[in-house]
């Protein structure tokens, strides 16, 4: 089962860019990395998700080295209403079909004016 | 399209009774997840429902259990409430099965808190 482990918060200015690292050690080479972000009193909101080296969208890139022992979730230019939780999780793919979803323990990012 | 709801958004029991949760998917979503979600433990995974079977299940005790119905819809259900069961539980539907390669992005509801006195 893979371990994850997050910084529990960071601080950042508006308009700056912000990486948030995810380790995960002993990952199989198509385990999927999915980064979510959290409000208050919401659910959890998908950001972006890959397995491989690096995937953008309109919102976030993430990075994964060749090595797969981590990955970052950038956010490039951030503002007031990034302020939240962000979770990385790994799926693993296990015998005969199944799974395990492991999150990791969430980074609180507070934007800071 | 209406998003994933949970019902009743807040709840309050005892130890020793039990308690359902209700999810309702998004429209068209046949795939429902169930996460437990506490300060020290964090998010984790309960069960997978895909056309009302269970597909996978976390490691949690016999007391979670679950269930979907023909229109997608899912129950879970925990027996004898712990003080340690106090938690926000949450659900997450998806169009198709959940896996550990790629996977359809999930869309979470806003949770149920339950608090166990």
């Known amino acids: 089962l893979a371990k994850t482990t997050q910084p529990i918060s960071m601080d950042s200015y508006e308009g700056q860019e912000v990486n948030i690292t995810c380790s995960h050690n002993n990952i199989a080479t198509n385990d999927y990395i999915t980064w979510y972000q959290q409000f208050p009193s919401q659910g959890p909101r998908f950001i972006i998700q890959g397995y491989k080296t690096k995937v953008t969208n309109e919102v976030a890139s993430l990075f994964i080295p060749a090595d797969r022992k981590s990955s970052t979730l950038s956010l490039p230019r951030v503002s007031l209403s990034d302020t939240a939780v962000y979770y990385c999780?790994?799926?693993?793919?296990?015998?005969?079909?199944?799974?395990?979803?492991?999150f990791g323990k969430g980074t609180k990012l507070s934007v800071i004016p | 399209k209406a998003g994933v709801t949970q019902t009743p958004r807040y709840l309050i029991k005892t130890r020793g009774q039990q308690v359902t949760l209700s999810c309702s998917p998004i429209s068209g979503h046949r795939s429902v997840s169930w996460y437990q979600q506490t300060p020290g433990q964090g998010l984790q995974f309960l069960f997978e429902?895909?056309?009302?079977?269970?597909?996978n299940k976390g490691n949690f005790p016999g007391r979670f259990s679950g269930r979907q119905f023909s229109n997608s819809r899912s129950e879970m259900n925990v027996s004898t409430l712990e003080l340690g069961d106090s938690a926000l539980y949450l659900c997450?539907?998806?169009?198709?099965?959940?896996?550990?390669?790629?996977?359809?992005?999930?869309?979470f509801g806003p949770g149920t808190r339950l608090l166990v006195l």
């Open positions: 999780l790994v799926a693993s793919t296990g015998g005969a079909g199944s799974y395990q979803l492991t």
């Open positions: 997450a539907s998806s169009p198709t099965p959940l896996a550990g390669t790629y996977q359809e992005t999930q869309y």
């Open positions: 429902y895909f056309s009302e079977t269970q597909r």
